[in-house]
């Protein structure tokens, strides 16, 4: 029964994926219950959340965006149909993902098996991506080393604010970044209907002046 819900969840956000409906697949999560929903996507944009993340990502110039530990996409798929901003998605286990045990994914992956130099591994493209995102993702140190061997000046994290008893490494507020770097949050966006996740912009500090009075 569990696996028949799955499966007709699954196919419902196909279909309003290949009609580019994104408003209809935010309202089939809307509908689905907490322990379902997160089965997707943990972070559930509500459209005025959509907006205001399209609105923040014009603000600072970012325009196209990599996501690691991008899960099924959904998220990065969401923002693109309603943005036009471009998301792409960086996963770990080519093999698990390719597997028939895996949940359908939404948008192209790169996989990354141990990978953390975006940069090395993404050759010239790397440079027209001005922002790396990183949502419910679960491994700081691995966070830190992709951070590390990115050129851009922006970093998002979206994930559970403190204290709600959901853990993710890092944190959307308080990250702990590369000792020798120094982030510091520009915008926070809450998002979802949980009152639980936050969309958190950092930026390179040492680059702050010079993006905001060029
Ligand atoms: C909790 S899931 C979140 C998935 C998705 N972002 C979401 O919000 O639904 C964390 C994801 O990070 C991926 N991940 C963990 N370490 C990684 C790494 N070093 N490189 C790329 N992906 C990684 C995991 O495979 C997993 O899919």
């Known amino acids: ?20 409906d994104w408003k209809k697949v935010i309202d089939l999560g809307q509908v689905l219950p ?3 929903r997160v089965k997707y996507l943990w972070v559930w944009p509500l459209q005025d959340d959509l907006e205001r993340i399209q609105e923040a990502l014009v603000r600072f110039g970012i325009s196209r965006v990599l996501s690691i530990g991008c899960g099924t996409g959904l998220l990065e798929w969401l923002i693109t149909a309603a943005t036009g901003i471009s998301v792409a998605g960086v996963e770990k286990d080519e093999q698990w993902w390719r597997s028939k045990y895996a949940t359908r994914t939404y948008i192209p992956m790169v996989f990354a098996e141990a990978m953390t130099n975006v940069d090395e591994s993404q050759g010239q493209q790397q440079t027209t991506w001005q ?9 700081g140190a691995a966070f830190r080393e992709y951070v590390k061997n990115f050129n851009g000046h922006y970093v998002i994290i979206a994930g559970p604010m403190e204290g709600r008893g959901v853990h993710t490494d890092p944190l959307p507020f308080g990250a702990k970044f590369p000792a020798d770097q120094d982030w510091e949050v520009v915008h926070s966006i809450p998002v979802g209907s949980e009152n639980l996740n936050q969309f958190v912009i950092y930026q390179k500090r040492s680059n702050k002046e010079a993006i905001y009075f060029s």
């Open 1 to 20: 029964m569990e696996n028949a819900g799955g499966e007709q969840v699954e196919h419902e956000i196909s279909e309003y994926i290949a009609a580019s």
């Open 34 to 36: 907490f322990n379902s």
């Open 131 to 139: 922002a790396m995102m990183f949502c419910y993702f679960n491994n």
